[in-house]
């Protein structure tokens, strides 16, 4: 017999970044971070896990090309499933596995992105958080959502905020262990529906230097990060969850560029420094940065994670409908320094 379950989970965005870890075995970070966690439709991971008597190892496949499985934050994933197992029983199938049966099973894994896997688009995110979920629904796994995204985050560190919708915050936590760092829902996705996320895809090609191996060598060489980590950001946080509950839209944008271009600033700090953005990344900072200074309040918060492509967050519908229509403007189709742009709004296109 075969018993299977398939689970689908959304990337998510920093406004508040993530980056430099304290302790890298356990994935604890250096600071809070908040996301905004984006619509299933648009940016996911679907992953189906089957598990079987006949299965003689664990095995993965990623967008249908079979992966090692060796690395430890896998592995860290399925223990830490299999250690929260429970009784299964699908009477229909005649399929009856005690708790304890789960430390012998083997699972196959498959796991499909809808957008460019390693494009510095967080897919790592959707993947761990739909890996973690799916084998938790296979194996019944019965946490609460809290217990679930620390088991993802030992998959990704950004995993763990995408168990959630909305808007959501990674505390860092200080026990050793890691038991306390966990990500929390701040809002659920109702709250501030106005907003469209916009992403420009700026180059899909995949990212020279991991969000891993940077925030190693941040950690290691940037004296900047422990600034930003210790004085910076801990007041960040608290004005973003302020701005995100009033739905402050002039704080949230001078918040979430702030905040990318810090994070940015403590990569060139790095030795040697790590460029993520390209030309085309900063001709789209200042669009921005023009228009929202023309207007005299902000219509558009930028941000960038470990690549290129930028994440544009509108006010609203309408801003966003200008907003596409100048980027339009000032990247022509025939302009190969953007490849296509992905809508958070399907209505927009
Ligand atoms: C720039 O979660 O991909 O997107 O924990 O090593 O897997 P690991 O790193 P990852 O880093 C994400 C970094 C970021 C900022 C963020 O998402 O907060």
């Not at 990623?62 to 009784?87: H, P």
């Not at 290129?308 to 509108?314: C, E, K, Q, R, S």
Request: proline share 4%; net charge neutral.
């Amino acid at each position: 017999w075969v018993l299977m379950a398939t689970g689908r989970s959304p990337t998510n965005i920093a406004v508040i970044k993530y980056w430099g870890k304290r302790d890298e075995a356990l994935i604890l970070p250096v600071n809070d971070s908040i996301s905004v966690t984006l619509d299933p439709d648009h940016l996911s991971a679907t992953t189906t896990v089957a598990a079987s008597p006949s299965f003689p190892s664990d095995r993965m496949w990623l967008n249908g090309k079979e992966i090692e499985l060796s690395g430890g934050r896998f592995q860290s994933c399925l223990r830490e499933n299999r250690k929260r197992a429970r009784d299964v029983e699908d009477k229909k199938k005649g399929i009856k596995i005690k708790k304890e049966d789960w430390e012998k099973l083997h699972v196959h894994i498959a796991s499909y992105n809808n957008f460019p896997t390693a494009a510095g688009l967080a897919s790592s995110a959707a993947g761990f958080a739909c890996l973690v979920f799916t084998l938790g629904k296979l194996m019944n796994v019965n946490e609460d959502y809290g217990e679930l995204s620390s088991i993802a985050r030992q998959g990704s560190g950004s995993a763990c905020r995408s168990i959630y919708g909305g808007f959501v915050k990674w505390c860092m936590g200080k026990n050793d262990d890691g038991s306390d760092s966990m990500a929390v829902q701040l809002v659920d996705e109702s709250h501030w529906d106005d907003l469209v996320i916009i992403i420009a895809v700026v180059s899909s090609k995949q990212k020279e230097t991991s969000s891993t191996s940077g925030m190693r060598d941040t950690v290691e060489t940037s004296p900047l990060l422990q600034y930003r980590a210790q004085t910076v950001v801990p007041s960040r946080i608290l004005k973003m969850e302020e701005a995100i509950k009033n739905r402050d839209f002039e704080s949230f944008a001078r918040l979430t560029c702030a905040d990318s271009n810090q994070f940015h600033a403590v990569c060139l700090d790095t030795s040697p420094p790590i460029f993520y953005m390209s030309d085309t990344s900063h001709r789209i900072i200042s669009l921005v940065e023009k228009w929202n200074h023309a207007e005299g309040t902000p219509q558009v918060a930028y941000t960038f994670d470990a690549g290129p492509n930028a994440v544009l967050i509108a006010r609203n519908r309408k801003t966003a409908a200008l907003l596409l229509q100048r980027l339009l403007y000032c990247f022509p189709p025939q302009d190969n320094d953007l490849e296509s742009y992905m809508l958070g709004d399907k209505s927009i296109l």
